[in-house]
Each structure stands twice: as structure tokens, then as C-alpha cells.
């Protein structure tokens, strides 16, 4: 062949440069040399099993035109990939991308430079992928996660990602909200599912802390990459409390890497955070974007009915022995979230335990009223908003949830989203929910109508004030 294997790259790249946008084509095709042409066959070397992956599967037909043009129609390409600066001939593939070629197997305990077992930082060194302990708490399961309207959405999709880990549309999965509303229970509780119904399959639970703490050691110790391969070879990782990753750029970078290589191997991604993608602060664009490529779903406090089935499940689990008045009384008093009320259902059992005394409703009441932070049952709950307001303005509850345009219907709706808002630590998209299934955009404007009204409006101020007295009046 008259033309050099440099020509021959050079043109095809030319092909290739034309064809898509300059920023792909600097990321997926420079890093790109040739090494031989052998007949048809031209070898090129990439940087990684991911990196080869990856042209192959977004690529493959440019690729083959690119090549086609070159050497004919006859064109085959072979890769040759670099680990840790060791070249393993990755086989010959025809260039449409035929699967069918034989691959070596995926390597259970990839090697360092040294030939050695890669390093694992949960363990002592040369642990086997498949003795790698996941971390998960095995009393997190789907079956004793409560379902109700602030987690529905979270909760099916945990269930799709269980049976179809990193084949299908929520990958990566984040799941946000406040502490204590259940976020490390759902996380957890796929990876479990998982576990029990894929036993080859390779989880991992960490901490977002943990995480940093391991690559400021791999840092320190000159064993970044062993790091970075021992969370390459998992097949599900489990991120809890990822806003920790905020302002730690190094820690960022390792950790992109390690996405994009779960994100284009087909492997799974769970995450959890305390806020929102769009609102986290101190972490570069690139991982924010993609986190939020896949699903991203809230948990919130549930409403009354959900939180006194978290109370009889638990009360079952744990072999309590407890009365319903007593169950629907914490259920009604303790709003703040899902794990203080659970605390608070130990907090009486162990006083009744340890003063052998009977646990009565009126016993309950006064405990209550020293361990939680809101004494005052109902007063700050949405339902009891909700009967308040509708009493106020003589109207019915599901009139106020309907789709009634009419003024005093509306004017009552509004304040009915605005003091729920005040008053309980519900966000925008569960106060909409208990209204008449209304989205966030709706309970936004209507807090801010009311609140303008109050402000300009002296007749609405003292209707106002006349409605939230009556919600924080004592109860009959």
C-alpha cells in the first residue's frame, strides 16, 4: 500500500472532523493513534476499555465510512487498549460494530502495573470482587418501605431499577430531600433487591465522606489509580450524601471519571442528596449535568395516613405491642420527619419498659409533649390546615380540591397552600399533592398571591389573620 498508516489515519480523521462537532471530536478522536494497516486492517490503539467502548457504541458507522473510504469496502478495524500503560489486543471487530466477536472475559481482580491485585480500600489488599462486602443494611428492604404520595414516583422506579439494574431510563437514579425522610432507606433498599435477585452482580454502598477519605489516602499513598479500578470493576454503586463532594475538586474529578466509566459499561448509579441538583452548590457543571441525565425524585414528609402505616409496620417489625389511639396520636403529633417518628414510638415503649408502667394515651400525651419539638397535635399538620380553612369559608374539602375556578374557592385554596406552607415543613410539590393533586409552579403562586394580598390589602390581612388564628386555636 502506497499510503503511510499516519495518511491513512489522517484522511479518515479528516472524514471524521467534518462529521460531528469540534468538542467530540478533541475528546473522542485525538487521543486516537494508528499503529498498523495489515490488508484491509487497520489497528488503531485507545486509551481505555472505556474509551473503546465507547466509540463503539456511538461511533462504529462513522467509523466505517471514515475507513470505507480509505481501504474499501472491505475495511476492518482492531483495537489495541492501554491499561495502566499495558497493551492487551481488545480482537478484530468488522467495522458496523458485529457483537458477535469473541471477547476475553471480563478480568474478576484487574491488575496494577505490578501485575499485582488491584487495592481494596474497605479491605486488606487482593480482596476478590466477588467476597467484596456491599455495606448495605439488610433491615432496608423494599418490602418495609412505606409507599405513600411522597415517594410513589421513587419508590416504582426503585423497583424498575431492581429488576433491570442499568438497563433502563433512571441511571443515574438521585433521590433528594431532608434528613430523615427515608432517602438512605430507598438507596439501600435497591441495592439489597438487587443483590437477592442478581448474586453476580457486584454492589456497593458508601458514604459520600468515606469516599473522599479513601482518595485523599490513595492521594497521599500514590495509589490513585488502584482507587479509581477497584470502583470500576462494582456493577452498582451506591453514593449517600453526595452534596458532601461541594468545593472538593480533586474528589470530583475521580469521581467523573468513575461515572462516566459506569455510565457507558451499562452499570448502575444511586444517589442521594439533601437538596435538588439545580440547588447544589460547589460542584463543577460537568457532574451536575450529568446527574441529572437520568431520574431524579423526591421523598418528603408523608402525609398522616402514611406515617401511621410507618408506625404500625414498625411496631410489627419490632414485636411492639401498642394501642391505635397511641399510634394515631404520634402519627398526628410528630411532623418533622420519618425518623423521629420512629424515634419517638422507641422513646414511649422504652419508658413504659423501663418504669413498668402502662402506656396509656394520657401517658403518651405528656411524654410526647418532652421528646418532640411540636407538642400541639394537628396544629401543623396539612389536614388540619385544609379542615380549618374550608370551615372558615363554608365550603367542602373536595370542593377546595376540585377544579373550580370560583372566587371564594380559589381565594380559599390559595390561603389553604399559603399557610401550609408557613406552618408545616411540607415542600411546594407535597402541598400540592394534598390540594387536588396541583404542581409546584401552582402552591409557588399562590403563596406569593397571598402574601402580596396581606401585604396591600387591609380586608384580606384581617381574613387572614382570622384563619390562622382559628388554626392555632386549641383544638376540640
Known sequence: MDNSVRQIWDNCLQFI??????????????PIEPVKVVDCTLTIQVPSSFFYEYLEDNYVELLHKALQRELGPDAKLMYNIVVDKVKRDKGTYNVPGNRNSALPPNNPTPQNPAGNEIINPFATPGIRKMTLDSRLNPIYTMENFIEGDCNKLGRRAAESIANKPGHNPFNPFMIFGNSGMGKTHLAQAIGNSIKEKFPDKVVLYVEANKFQTQYTDACRNNTRNDFVHFYQMLDVLIIDD??????KVGTQDTFFAIFNSFYMSGKQIILTCDTKPVELKGLNERLLTRFRCGLTVEVSM???????????RKAYNDGMVISEDILKYIAETVVSNVRDLEGALISLLAHSTFSRSELTLDVAKQLLGKITKNNEPEKYTIEHIIKVVCGHFGIKEQVLSSKSRAKEIATARQMAMYFAKQLTDLPYKQIGISIGNRDHSTVLYACKTVAKQIETDDKFREIAQEVENKIKSPQE
Open 302 to 312: 408523608p402525609d398522616y395516613a402514611t406515617r401511621l402505616n410507618i408506625l404500625k
Open 242 to 247: 453526595v452534596q458532601e463532594f461541594a468545593g
Open 17 to 30: 472532523k467534518n462529521s460531528i462537532n469540534a468538542n467530540s471530536f478533541r475528546m473522542w478522536f485525538e
